[in-house]
């Protein structure tokens, strides 16, 4: 009956999400639905205040950092045309005849960058329209371009990436953001090919349907002109790569850092802060550059940092709100029972049973993020251990956490997922299908495939 709970706790927060309704509602209700199904009413107000909100509030204020200037790198970028510059630049190099292919590049690089995939979507989606719409290609793929681009290879995959999937696995496995390159780099290249090759696939199967009509929230193609120079746009890119390797391997380490061994910094090791340290400075100084290349062409400076830093709030109480639920479920007596069964799925082989169980997790709370900290927050230490028993590298661990991550997150009742139809103007039922292939069917291939590949060469 206490597991029963739990399923029906985690059935209702998919349906409920994907129903629309808020995840910082649905979260502690559902929480405390299943702490009562478990049997354990009795400390509810307990449950709630010192698992969920702690759970919450720890994951928030953790992250908080990345979350603000990553959205206000974004609204900087958007507003100030240099991510329109970049977009207008790829197509230009690659050409109109590969559509995709330059959308796709166009998404990859801002969110290799840092910049949000929700920022992503809004920028780069009217470049979309108006290049599938001069080439009459059906709009109905361009949902899947933006998410191929954006949600999967620069997300999770390549080492380096400056998305917070990348950096979480570091505070549990002691890495950094290069970890596994190789791993990573064949992995994204393999993603990224195959989704285009699916997408091109699916254009030329329906391409006499042109790019349709009565599409609803066409935008409005505003001119070009006036945009900053390409280098000028992509500087700022290169900052935060820039910055963020020079922290990581070079000017972190070489800090004395002994004061973290103290109470009063709860004695933590430096290597589970690199990652956050590191995107913290690249991201300000990102932040700067954008301003300082481009203070002419902010209209209302102002307006943009506060829109920045507004946007920032409701991805970051999301997950946090994600991960109070998770940690509560995993506080359950009951949640022994689900990692037992998680676990011995693949029993002493920690790389099948890390990436099941972040899949997992990520598809029931429709979130990479929220699923991946649930999932490392629970078992994070068992891995560790089990890893390093097993004499498997920890940066294996990290990548394929990584990787495991931007998978079945991509359920129908994800937010990216419903923000993006939602940008784009159509609805699951036209393009879900593809969005499903190219962010979920081929990552979850190609990260069991990677796991199963790692266990046989170790």
Same mark, same amino acid.
């Given at each position: 009956?206490e ?6 706790s985690?059935?209702m ?6 129903r ?13 639905f ?13 449950i ?14 953790k ?10 790198f974004?609204?900087l970028m ?15 190099l ?29 920028a ?9 719409k001069?080439?009459?290609l ?5 949902p ?10 620069? /997300?999770?995959c ?12 570091g ?34 199967q ?11 929230n ?5 001119h ?8 000028i746009?992509f500087?700022p ?16 380490? /070489? ?20 990652g ?28 943009s940092?506060?829109?920045g ?8 109480? @999301?997950?946090?709100?994600e ?7 995993a ?8 990692k ?12 099948i ?5 972040? @899949? ?12 991946l900290?649930i ?36 359920l ?11 940008i ?13 292939m ?6 979850v ?14």
């Amino acid at each position: 009956m206490e597991v029963l709970g739990i399923v029906l706790s985690l059935i209702m927060l998919m349906y409920f999400a994907y129903r629309g309704v808020s995840v910082i509602i649905l979260a502690p209700l559902l929480a405390m639905f299943a702490v009562v199904v478990s049997g354990e009413s009795s400390q509810i107000m307990g449950i709630y205040t010192q698992v969920f909100m702690q759970g919450a509030v720890g994951f928030i204020a953790k992250y908080f950092p990345i979350f603000l200037l990553g959205a206000l790198f974004g609204k900087l970028m958007q507003d100030s045309g240099s991510a329109k510059a970049i977009a207008i630049g790829i197509i230009k190099l690659v050409g109109k005849q590969h559509s995709a292919l330059a959308i796709v590049l166009a998404c990859g690089l801002l969110t290799y960058g840092g910049i949000s995939a929700f920022v992503v979507a809004f920028a780069v989606y009217p470049l979309a329209a108006a290049l599938f719409k001069e080439a009459n290609l059906p709009k109905v793929y361009i949902p899947a371009t933006i998410a191929l681009g954006a949600f999967t290879f620069t /997300m999770t995959c390549l080492p380096g990436t400056n998305q917070i999937h990348n950096i979480i696995p570091g505070s549990y496995f002691g890495t950094n953001i290069y970890a596994a390159p190789v791993i990573g780099a064949i992995s994204g290249i393999v993603i990224m090919v195959l989704g285009v090759l699916w997408i091109n696939y699916r254009i030329k199967q329906s391409a006499a349907d042109g790019y349709g009509e009565n599409h609803t929230n066409e935008p409005v193609i505003s001119h070009t002109s006036g945009l900053p120079p390409l280098f000028i746009a992509f500087f700022p890119i290169i900052v935060v790569i820039g910055v963020n390797f020079l922290f990581t391997l070079v000017l972190i380490p /070489m800090w004395d850092t002994a004061y973290l061994a103290t109470d009063k910094f709860g004695k933590v090791d430096v290597s589970k802060l690199t990652g956050i340290w590191s995107m913290i400075a690249a991201l300000l100084a990102a932040n700067i550059c954008v301003i300082a290349l481009n203070f002419k062409k902010f209209t209302d400076l102002n307006k943009s940092l506060t829109d920045g830093a507004m946007g920032s709030m409701l991805p970051t109480f @999301n997950t946090g709100s994600e991960v109070g639920y998770g940690v509560t479920i995993a506080s359950l007596a009951a949640f022994a029972i689900v990692k037992a069964a998680v676990i011995n799925v693949s029993p002493g082989n920690p790389l099948i049973s890390e990436v099941l169980a972040i @899949n997992v997790l990520a598809g029931i709370t429709g979130s990479a993020s929220g699923g991946l900290t649930i999932a490392l927050g629970a078992l994070g230490e068992t891995y560790n251990q089990m890893a390093q028993s097993a004499g498997i590298p920890l940066e294996w661990m990290h990548r394929l956490a990584s990787m495991a991550s931007g998978g079945f997150d991509s359920l129908p009742h994800n937010g990216a997922v419903i923000t993006l139809l939602t940008i784009c103007g159509l609805s699951h039922k036209q393009s879900y299908k593809d969005i499903a292939m190219v962010s979920l069917v081929i990552p979850v291939i190609m990260v069991f495939s990677m796991a199963i590949i790692l266990t046989v060469i170790h």
